[in-house]
Each structure stands twice: as structure tokens, then as C-alpha cells.
């Protein structure tokens, strides 16, 4: 029979993919012998069976259930039905990968109208008894039956607000069992089942509901958006409960062994006295700093303090660690490594590599790549800053970025706004899972309750997005979509505000901003990703900002400037139509003297940034049609430019016309109709070049024929292009080392490889057309059916956006193979989109490819990308 459940002492921290992370890590930490309440996981191949058999839980689940109860009964003595030893569990989801508040959690479960008796009686303390009992009510309406969450949350405000309660604290035991009365009636009302008496029914329907919330929407879109995948299931921790809402000597808190937003090596964290479970990440009220610990109960807190070192120094990473304390007695629930800032990531990684705990490939491998792209964000300028009117100061900088918008307050509008092209800043009182789309629809999130640790702030941070929360100084109210501040002003929805995510704060109106420094700690990791790199990073750029910020980030050369992106100012424009309406030889050639001139300029700008490192420069790659004026107006503006007619334009605009032009007369192809074309580009780029030589400055060209796919086409050109070389080189009496190379772009070059490389220098995967091409694709129009197709797996991924392993893939290996054998010496890139994407620089890195290119901002997470890549390879 497959063991489906596992008890603690069963299992270690190498079993995530059976046990989830949480229970995994359950199991390691009752190795060790820390204080863990008792209890066992259900696996996740449980799960993955359920969904499988369409919500039906196995007899092999429920009979070791049952036995695991029974030993667990054995063992303590505790059961769900005895008079003295009452047995209360907690049911928590958890995958293998953390979702922090994506799944469900049921607390206190076990009690009911008879055993909230004996728990009272037990402990003689009715009120926490039948606090228990109405949360049980409330979480087990909302997480199993559907009952929404807001119908119990009203009646209780009501209820405080009737009797003038203040806080939850102040609601008598009578009061309680009054509210758990009327949270029973709620599940009638509501049109639900009862609520199930027997605790052993609860168990079952409480385990049913974790393994549904696997599938519900929240959930799936928190994998999207993390690239998790969909099948591997979540497995269900059962858990003797310990109650931290048990009086003042009891408490709950979440704590991170490191400051999980600036990385300093300081116990960082947050709890509540006499709360329970999810009171401190639900935000609802702002907790304790972990320090004032140290004074409210002094033993806890130096013992806490030793297990959390411990605990990082066994995992070797920050660790986010969930504890109780009862009575006095601390108790922990569970510990992860901890989702922090860039910021935080990068800082950690190098202090533990510093204080000796982890290597520097192990340190590469702890920074995940997305999250270094958003240290890349700007942030607001200083002197803006200064003069900018307050909204709020009295926010926690709970994910650093600066981020202006239209103020909104509920995720539904975030999403609508976002979806017609506006910025948007999402307010809200608190957020909650449901609010997941809208907050990735949002520019930054602020709340005004929670600290820290709140849901706001943990999802936030792992999307990299800018966050403040606990801007307890004003107040939302959401029915009438203001903001109140205490003076009586008043912000509504739509205006601008800017949020400053690493001070907390929030202000009116935009705030102009700075690009982001970076801290010696960046620059000293992003050596050691350089270290363990094999596969070397260029940039794809042609402005000279674009090329300046590329090196910044120290990209090892350019790997595609695309020349056709050098013609779009108002006066070349001109001369380029000039160059395509020519109706002769002699005319085309002025037209593109004149360009030339152009040219040199540019090229002489490009290489000097340079500065000796490689170059690709790609030859014009445009369908003609691009270039030409489409409306009425644009040709009579253009025909007076040209001194034309506008019949001859409109006639020569329809001989260019192109059924297909993607398909049609672009890349070389437009070469070899006019030759001259390219003989000025090559004519250009390698005077820029020696007149650079001339000046001191080294240059390495590299000229890229485009979209090749015979090897004619490439040795044809190839021909023309040293011919022209050559002459320039005698003419001028210079020479400069240079490379010919072509793109592969289209499947049949890929087939035709080995071929080709006998005659090239290089070759560079241009990804977006090879995707086009391979799958019939069109590059421009499939985002209006490529979403459907993920949806619903027909396309697990975009393969525009992340390479298709069995078909580009295949070909781009087929192409390496066959040119490595006959040209070992042959250069090899990648500068599609792919170039600058985690998971397919990873397969690139297998395939013996030497180099991607991507935009600058992607380059220092393209750089990570290879190391982790690489530092993978290694450990196999
Ligand atoms: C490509 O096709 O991948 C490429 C880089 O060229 P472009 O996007 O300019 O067509
Ligand atoms: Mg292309």
C-alpha cells in the first residue's frame, strides 16, 4: 500500500516534493529537537490523486488517517472525544513551493458544542474557549462550506459596535457563545450544509477543501505568476493545536532571522499577545516589534533568539519563521527560507558568503532572477521629493520602489483601469488573497492596517512591487472611495498619488524620479555571477542611452544593433523613402550617399562606447512597406518632401504593397535585389571604424546578415560585402579585424546549418522569427490567441516568451551540433527575446550556445541567469 501520510518524526527536509515545504521542514525541525507540536502530512501524491478521482478521497487516505489517529491518540494520550485529553488540530495546506496565503488553513478544529465544554472547563476560561469555537466556526464556513468570510465579519463588528466593545478582547465569554449561536445560524442562512458535529467529519472535509483550494482561482494565478507548475499538488499538515490566544503570557508572531527588506543581520519581526494563527499576517491588527519581547517575557525571547540561529545556520539561508508562545512555552509552526527585496537578497547572499556559511555558486543560486530586475527601478529624485505634499509618513516601507498612479480601492477597479492602459495604485484597508490580480494589475499597493509580515507586504515583495502598508495616520473608506485625513481633507478616487516604497510613504500628485544606484554588495555579486557564468551576456541596443546603461550593467559587447532603428528620425525618414521610391540605379545610390553620412555618425557613436568590445551590427532588416505613409494626409506631406507627385507615390506605395510582408522582400532578400544597400552599410560601418582607429580607439565589428535561409543568399552577400571591405581598405590604407556572420532565423537555415558554417564567422539565433517561423506563428498578431492556448494547455508557456524545448529548441541544437562539427571555432548568440529570459537561457546554456543578448535592463538578469545555469551544471 503507497504511505500517503507521513508523521513528523517520519520525514526531513529533502522531502518537499512529498511532504510539501512545510511539512518537510516540520519533520527537519522535530530532528533537531525543536519544540514542534506533534502531527503528520498527507502528501502531495494524495492530493494529486484526489484531483485526479474528481474530489474523492481514497479508502488508502482514509484508513491511514484513521490509523495515524490512532497511533497519534497512543502515543499522547489525546483523542477528539476525551474528557480530559481533548485533541484540537490545525489544518494547513502547503507545496512544495511556499504560496504565503494562497491555500487554506483551518484552526481549532475538532471542537464543537460539547468539547468547546470540556475545553472551557479544562482550562477553566470560557471566553478562549469560545473564542476558539467561533473562529473554528468562521474559518471552517468560509475555507469548507463557501460561506463568505464577510457575513461572519459583520455580524461580529455589529456586535462590538451594539455593545460598545473597543477591541475583540473586551467581548465577554457570553458574548462569544452568543456569536458562535448566530455563526451556526449564518451556515443556514447562507443556504449551507449545518456545521458537522463530529470532528472526524470536519478532519475529512477540512483535509477535501485544502486539496480543492489547490485549484481555486487565486491559487492558479499566484502559479502563473511564478512560473510554478499546476500538477505537483499541495500536501495537508495536521497539527496538535497550541493557542496562543490563551491569556497575556501567550502570544503568536512571524519572525525572519535577517531584515527581509534591507538584508541586515538583525532578528527582525513581528507578534501579537493573546492572538491566535493568522491575526498578525491578516493585518487586522498592527503587532509588536519582536524586541519588546525581550522585556515582556525574557526567557522566550533569548530562546527564541538561539532557535532562530540555529535555524539559519542549518538551512544556510534567512529563514521566515511562524511561532507560538503558550503559557509561556514556545512553540514553532514552521520555518521557509524567507522572501525578501532584491535589496535584502543580495545583501544576505554576500554576508553569508562573507561569515563563511555558503559558497559564492552557492550564493548565485539564492537570488532569484526576476527579483534583481527590480533594482533596476528607479527611484523618486531627492529634490522632487522635498517639495512634494505628504499624503502619509506614518507607513512601513514594506517593498521598496517608486510608483505614482490613479488612486483605486478595490482590485476589481485596479484590474479594469489597468486593462485601459492607466497606472494605477491599489489603497486598500487591508488585502487579502482574493486580491491577487489586482494588485499585479497595480503600480504599488498601500494599506492602511498590518505591518510587515501583512499579506500586502509578503505578496508584494515577491512580485517585486512597490508596497507600504499600515499608513495608520489616514483613513479608506472603501463604500465612498475616499481617503480621510485627520484634518478633515480629502482624496478621491482617480487623483495621483506617488508612493515611496522604500521610506513608506505616500504623496500627492507625481514625483519625478531617478534611476537606481547600486550598492557595493550588487557589484560584488554580480562579480561572482560573472565568475560562474560560462555563457557571456550582450546587450541588443543602438542609442547611445540604451548602450551606456547595457554597460553599466556590464554586458560584454552588443549583440544586435538593429540599423533599421537608426532611420526613424523625421530628416533620415526622408531620405530612406527617397532610397525606396527611386526608380533607378543612380537615384537609389544618392539617396543612400546621403545616408551614409548618417551612418558614419551613428556607428562612430556606437563603437566609441564600445570601446574594443565585440559589435554586431545587423543589416537592414525592414519590409519596405514600413517605412512608406499610409494615410492621405502623410502622402501629400511626404510627396512634397520627395517633390513628387502624390499619384506617383501612391502608385509606387502599391507596387511595394506586400500581401505578407513578414514573409516577404525584408532581410537579406532586399540585398540581393539591391545590392547597394548593404555595400553602404558595410562601406559605413568600416569607415566609422578606421576612423576611430585613427583617433586611438579600438573597434571589433561584427556584420550580420539577416534572415538567411540558403547558403547562396549568405556567400552571394558575403562576396559583395569583403569586395566593398577591400576597396575601403585600400582606399583609406587602414585595416581592422572583422567578423561576417548570419542570423538563423528561419527553420530551413537551422536545417542547412552545418552548410553554412563553413562560411561564417558567427551566427546569431534570432529567436522571435525562428519562433515565428517554426510555429506559422505570426510574431504580431498570436497575443490575440496564444493566451487561450496557455489557459488551456494547449501551450504551457509562450514560446515567444520562453523557449519551446521540443521544437525551437530541437532545431537550435540540431544548428549548434552541425556547425560546432564542421566550424569549431564558429561564434554562436542568441539575440531574440528569448536571450534575455531565465528558463531559456538555462537550455541555452546546455546547448554549448557562447553568448545571449537582450535589453539592457535585462542584462543583469541575464548575467544571474547563466550563473545559476551554470552553478546547476556544475553540481550534477
Ligand atoms: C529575431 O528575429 O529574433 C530578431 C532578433 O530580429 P528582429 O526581432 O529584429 O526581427
Ligand atoms: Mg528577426
Known amino acids: 500500500m503507497e504511505k500517503l501520510i507521513y508523521a513528523f518524526d517520519e520525514g526531513n527536509k529533502t522531502m518537499k516534493d512529498l511532504l510539501g515545504g512545510k511539512g518537510a521542514n516540520l519533520s527537519e525541525m522535530k530532528r533537531l529537537g525543536l519544540p514542534v507540536p506533534d502531527g503528520f502530512t498527507i502528501t502531495t501524491a494524495a492530493c494529486i490523486d484526489y484531483l485526479k478521482q474528481g474530489g474523492q478521497l481514497s479508502d488508502n487516505v482514509t484508513s491511514q488517517l484513521q490509523e495515524h489517529l490512532n497511533t497519534f491518540s497512543n502515543r499522547t494520550g489525546k ?231 540555529q535555524l539559519e545556520t542549518h538551512y544556510k539561508d534567512l529563514q521566515d519563521i511562524e ?255 527617397r532610397f525606396i521610391l527611386a526608380s533607378n540605379y543612380e537615384e537609389r545610390v544618392e539617396a543612400l550617399n546621403k545616408i551614409k553620412t548618417y551612418q558614419i555618425e551613428d556607428f562612430e557613436s556606437i563603437f566609441k562606447l564600445s570601446d574594443g568590445r565585440p559589435t554586431i551590427v545587423r543589416l537592414l532588416d525592414p519590409p519596405l512597406h514600413e517605412f512608406l505613409p499610409a494615410s492621405e494626409e502623410d502622402i501629400q506631406i511626404v510627396a512634397k518632401q520627395l517633390d513628387v507627385s502624390t499619384d506617383y507615390l501612391k502608385r509606387r506605395i502599391n507596387d511595394l504593397n506586400e500581401v505578407n510582408p513578414m514573409l516577404g522582400h525584408r532581410g537579406c532578400r532586399l540585398a540581393v535585389t539591391y545590392p547597394e544597400l548593404y555595400e553602404m552599410q558595410v562601406e559605413a560601418i568600416m569607415s566609422s571604424v578606421f576612423n576611430l582607429q585613427q583617433q586611438g580607439i579600438e573597434s571589433q565589428p561584427e556584420i550580420m546578415i539577416p534572415l538567411v535561409s540558403t547558403v547562396e543568399e549568405f556567400t552571394t552577400l558575403k562576396k559583395q560585402l569583403i569586395t566593398t571591405i577591400n576597396d575601403l581598405e585600400n582606399e583609406t590604407n587602414s585595416k581592422v579585424p572583422y567578423l561576417i556572420g548570419t542570423m538563423i532565423e528561419t527553420p530551413r537555415a537551422c536545417l542547412i546549418a552545418g552548410q553554412l558554417a563553413q562560411h561564417c564567422d558567427f551566427f546569431s539565433f534570432g529567436t522571435n522569427d525562428l519562433t515565428q517561423l517554426t510555429y506559422g506563428f505570426s510574431r504580431d498578431d498570436a497575443g490575440k490567441f496564444i493566451n487561450v492556448y496557455t489557459e488551456n494547455n494547449i501551450l504551457q508557456l509562450d514560446p515567444f516568451q520562453s523557449l519551446d524545448n521540443d521544437g525551437v529548441g530541437q532545431l537550435i541544437n540540431l544548428a549548434v551540433t552541425n556547425a560546432k562539427q564542421v566550424n569549431p571555432s564558429i561564434k554562436i548568440g542568441v539575440c531574440g527575446e528569448l536571450g534575455g529570459d531565465a528558463k531559456s537561457i538555462h537550455r541555452f546554456n546546455q546547448l554549448s550556445i557562447d553568448y545571449v543578448s537582450c535589453s539592457p535592463f535585462r542584462v543583469p538578469g541575464a548575467i544571474l541567469a547563466t550563473a545559476q545555469s551554470q552553478a546547476e551544471e556544475s553540481e550534477r
Not at 460561506?147 to 465569554?173: C, G, L, W
Not at 495536521?238 to 541586515?264: D, K, W
Not at 494605477?424 to 487591508?430: A, D, F, K, N, T
Not at 463604500?479 to 478633515?488: A, I, L, M, R
Open 79 to 309: 483523542s477528539f472525544s476525551s474528557q480530559e485529553d481533548l485533541l484540537l488540530v490545525s489544518v494547513r495546506s502547503g507545496a512544495k513551493i511556499s504560496m504565503p496565503g494562497m491555500m487554506d488553513t483551518i484552526l481549532n478544529l475538532g471542537l464543537n458544542d460539547e468539547n468547546v465544554e470540556k475545553l472551557a472547563n479544562k482550562t477553566n476560561d470560557a471566553r478562549f474557549a469560545y473564542d476558539c469555537y467561533r473562529r473554528l466556526l468562521q474559518m471552517f464556513g468560509d475555507v469548507v462550506y463557501g460561506v463568505p468570510m464577510n457575513r461572519f465579519d459583520t455580524y461580529f463588528d455589529n456586535y462590538k459596535k451594539e455593545h460598545q466593545f473597543e477591541s475583540d478582547a473586551d467581548i465577554t465569554a457570553d458574548g462569544l457563545k452568543h456569536i458562535c449561536e448566530k455563526y451556526k445560524d449564518i451556515y443556514m442562512e447562507y443556504g449551507s450544509k449545518p456545521f458537522p458535529q463530529d470532528p472526524y467529519k470536519q478532519l475529512k472535509e477540512a483535509i477535501e477543501a485544502v486539496f480543492k483550494s489547490w485549484d481555486n482561482d487565486r491559487a492558479r494565478v499566484y502559479r502563473d505568476l511564478n512560473d510554478i507548475p499546476h500538477d505537483i499538488g499541495t500536501a495537508v499538515n495536521i497539527q496538535e493545536m497550541v493557542f496562543g490566544n490563551s491569556g497575556e503570557q501567550s502570544g503568536t508572531g512571524v519572525a525572519f532571522t535577517r531584515n527581509p527588506v534591507t538584508g541586515e543581520n538583525k532578528l527582525f519581526g513581528e507578534y501579537l499577545l493573546n492572538a491566535q494563527g493568522e491575526d498578525v499576517v491578516a493585518g487586522i491588527r498592527t503587532p509588536q516589534d519582536i524586541n519588546t519581547l525581550k522585556d515582556q517575557m525574557p526567557d522566550v525571547h533569548k530562546n527564541f533568539v538561539e532557535v532562530t540561529k
Open 323 to 577: 511561532f507560538t508562545i503558550e503559557n509561556g512555552q514556545l512553540y514553532l509552526l514552521q520555518t521557509r527560507n524567507g522572501k525578501r527585496t532584491a535589496r535584502a537578497a543580495i545583501k544576505v547572499a554576500v554576508d553569508l558568503v562573507n561569515e563563511g556559511l555558503i559558497s559564492k555558486e552557492e550564493a548565485v543560486t539564492q537570488v532569484d532572477v526576476k527579483s534583481i530586475e527590480t533594482l533596476l527601478h528607479p527611484n523618486f529624485k531627492e529634490e522632487s521629493l522635498k517639495q512634494a505634499t505628504v499624503i502619509s509618513k506614518m507607513g512601513l516601507p514594506a517593498s521598496p520602489g517608486a510608483a505614482t498612479g490613479q488612486l483605486v480601492f478595490s482590485a476589481e477597479e485596479a484590474k479594469e483601469q489597468a486593462e485601459s492602459g492607466n497606472k494605477v495604485i491599489l489603497m486598500r484597508p487591508e488585502t487579502s488573497p482574493e486580491d491577487i490580480e489586482g494588485m499585479v494589475a497595480s503600480e504599488a499597493i498601500v494599506t492602511t492596517h498590518g505591518g510587515m509580515t501583512s499579506h500586502a507586504a509578503v505578496v508584494a515583495r515577491g512580485m517585486g512591487k512597490c508596497c507600504v502598508t499600515g499608513c495608520s495616520d489616514v483613513e479608506i473608506d472603501t463604500v465612498n472611495k475616499t481617503v480621510n485625513y485627520p484634518n478633515g481633507d480629502v482624496l478621491r478616487e482617480g487623483d495621483i498619488v506617488s508612493v515611496d516604497g522604500s521610506a513608506g510613504d505616500l504623496y500627492l500628485g507625481e514625483i519625478e524620479t531617478v534611476s537606481a544606484e547600486h550598492s557595493d554588495e550588487f557589484e560584488q555579486f554580480m562579480q561572482w555571477s560573472e565568475e560562474t557564468a560560462r555563457l557571456q551576456v550582450r546587450m541588443n541596443a543602438e542609442t547611445p542611452q540604451d548602450i551606456k546603461s547595457g554597460y553599466e550593467f556590464n554586458a560584454k559587447g552588443i549583440g544586435l544593433v538593429r540599423t533599421e532603428h537608426m532611420f526613424f528620425g523625421a530628416e533620415r525618414l526622408v531620405e530612406m523613402r
